[in-house]
């Protein structure tokens, strides 16, 4: 290939795109790491440094503590669910059935409504004497709080994030069906394997990957949940569904903490970062054709 | 002439018998398909009927009505009156089309060096772009927010700066710049060769030889930025102030402080902030679900 162009010019097309990163990006991470370092609780005009106090203060919190599990609550329960129902629901729809495509529509359609409108559908669903009670105590049940039940709350939330997902998760799944080839499904059939061991032998095997991919995703977007607990409970009763990223707001732009908050931050930091790495470097490396 | 006429019997028996077995084993995954399809729309269905039921109608009745007994479309009109829907849609459609005509120039201007220019720092800005998508906007928003206020990049300057405070922090993601990247690798050399020598400089060969050559590649970083900026909440609910500045779904969450407990008005609300979205969603539905454009969406 001949070199048809300038010295500077590959710097000018890249200028913009680097200017916006370096502002909104690059500098805001340093300084989030900067700002934990320092106290505004006394001020929020005149910050004074004060090294690790901030991380003291947080390791010492209960409410961290509390935060952080609830976090891990989140992990635990929605990532499994989004790395295998969606599979299941793709190897249905994969079957080459009338209708695939208005269910593909229907079980996408979470997935494009705005998180607020949904959690909004969802609370009117858990209202005290609403249709979700009804249910549940028609059988002769007590009726569950759950958004006000501190036993209830994240998991009624987390309901909500896995139901949002399952389309998005679902599609990906659909395209990495594709590409597993169709001779081993038609072995199976002549062998006269079941469902379950079809899948088990060749489907499982041939989309590991993406089920890796789909996890660590899936992991990732839970570990930033805001809208659905700022719209649903507030992080409440009794910080009971107050996952990471909204304990950061509330201390960062509700209690103007902003040096805890940053604290905070760099812990969500950490994780975030660690789980988009191995993404990244193991299972999107043809993505960014590294 | 006999047997013939058996024979045929028989075969249509056995196709009979084996589109049966067919159906049964298919009504199953229909079964489950339904079942998860009614799950994923039953509460935009239950909004819907609320939103539908007049004020003779005990919302919270036991057993619960989906269909409205008290039929009436006044929530819709009251929340109408009450709230300006319009100007949201408004200020939504400016936010949404603003992020997304700089994401694909700012994208597609860094996309062209980095697919098809060796240079000084090449590396180095490669794994920049990618470190970038490990560094959640949760984690600095609260910097970010710092900058936009020192920037001057709040409503409460003027209109125009709220908008820039709105639109500027996502003006370019590493996700576009290394899609419009991959879309600049396909490109065969000869392209660029024959431009130049046909006079074109640079800024010509990117403009008038490469962009077109990678519209589907555009096409899809629009659609997904724009439903990932119309859905933005986090965002907007920390930079705006002034109510007539709201985003859609900054204003429909201020619907459950303005109506209380009114859920008649609340779901229409939600419903009639919903309807665009969906028209869209429907009319670019090969995009989504086609699986083409896998992990498209931010998470």
């Not at chain 1, 599990?69 to 994969?94: E, H, R, S």
């Not at chain 2, 007049?54 to 007994?69: D, M, T």
């Not at chain 2, 772009?129 to 001057?152: C, E």
Request: net charge positive.
């Amino acid at each position: 290939m001949f070199k048809y162009y300038g010295r500077c010019a590959p710097y000018l097309f890249l200028l913009p795109a680097a200017a916006a990163l370096l502002v909104f990006f690059f500098i805001p991470f340093f300084q989030t790491v900067g700002l934990s370092f320092f106290d505004y609780s006394e001020s929020i005009y005149h910050p004074v440094f004060s090294g690790f106090d901030n991380y003291v203060k947080m390791f010492q919190s209960p409410v961290f503590y509390k935060v952080l599990a609830n976090t891990f609550v989140y992990l635990i329960v929605a990532v499994p669910v989004l790395a295998i129902l969606p599979l299941f629901l793709a190897v249905l729809i994969n079957q080459k059935i009338r209708g695939a495509g208005l269910y593909k529509i229907l079980i996408y359609l979470p997935v494009i409504v705005s998180i607020v409108v949904a959690a909004i559908a969802f609370k009117w669903l858990y209202a005290d004497k609403g249709i979700l009670n009804y249910i549940v105590t028609s059988p002769g049940f007590n009726g569950i709080g759950w958004l006000t039940d501190p036993d209830w709350a994240l998991y009624s939330v987390i309901i909500v994030t896995i139901w949002k997902g399952i389309g998005y998760y679902m599609i990906i799944y659909l395209a990495a069906l594709m590409s597993v080839p169709k001779e081993l499904y038609e072995a199976c059939d002549i062998d006269g394997a079941n469902f379950l061991t079809k899948h088990l032998t060749v489907t499982i095997p041939h989309i590991m990957p993406t089920i890796a991919l789909v996890t660590t995703i899936s992991a990732i977007s839970a570990m930033k949940v805001f809208a659905e607990i700022y719209v649903m409970t507030k992080g409440g009763p009794l910080n009971s569904s107050k996952t990471i990223v909204y304990y950061i707001y509330e201390r960062a732009f509700e209690n103007l903490d902003l040096g805890f908050a940053s604290a905070m931050a760099v812990v969500l930091l950490l994780i975030v970062m660690a789980f988009s790495f191995v993404n990244i470097f193991f299972f999107e490396r043809k993505k960014y054709q590294l | 002439m006999k047997s013939e006429k058996y024979n045929k019997r028989i075969n249509h028996c056995e196709s009979g018998l084996k589109r049966l077995f067919a159906f049964r084993s298919s009504l199953f995954t229909h079964i489950i398909l339904i079942f998860v399809s009614l799950l994923s729309i039953f509460p935009f269905i239950w909004l819907i009927s609320t939103s539908l039921k007049g004020n003779a109608e005990n919302i919270f009745a036991y057993p619960p009505h989906l269909i409205p007994a008290d039929f009436t479309w006044a929530n819709y009109a009251g929340v109408w009156v009450k709230v300006d829907f319009i100007r949201y849609f408004v200020n939504s459609m400016i936010a949404a089309g603003g992020t997304v005509l700089l994401n694909l120039i700012l994208s597609a201007l860094a996309g062209y060096p980095l697919a098809r220019m060796e240079f000084r720092g090449k590396k180095i800005t490669f794994f920049a772009v990618l470190a970038t998508i490990m560094i959640p906007f949760q984690a600095i928003m609260l910097p970010v927010y710092l900058i936009t206020l020192k920037l001057n990049m709040v409503d409460s300057v003027s209109n125009f700066a709220g908008f820039a405070g709105l639109i500027l922090p996502f003006a370019v993601s590493a996700f576009g710049i290394f899609l419009m990247r991959q879309a600049f690798l396909g490109i065969p050399h000869e392209m660029e060769e024959a431009a130049i020598v046909d006079g074109c400089n640079v800024f010509q060969v990117f403009t008038k030889v490469l962009l077109p050559m990678v519209k589907p590649a555009l096409a899809v970083l629009a659609i997904f930025t724009f439903i990932g900026s119309w859905g933005e909440f986090l965002w907007p609910s920390i930079v705006l102030t002034k109510e007539s500045m709201y985003t859609l779904p900054v204003g429909v969450n201020n619907l459950q402080g303005a109506f209380s407990s009114n859920w008649r008005f609340i779901a229409a609300g939600s419903v009639l902030a919903t309807i665009p979205i969906i028209i869209f969603f429907l009319a670019m539905q090969r995009y989504f679900i086609s699986g083409e454009n896998e992990g498209a969406v931010k998470g």
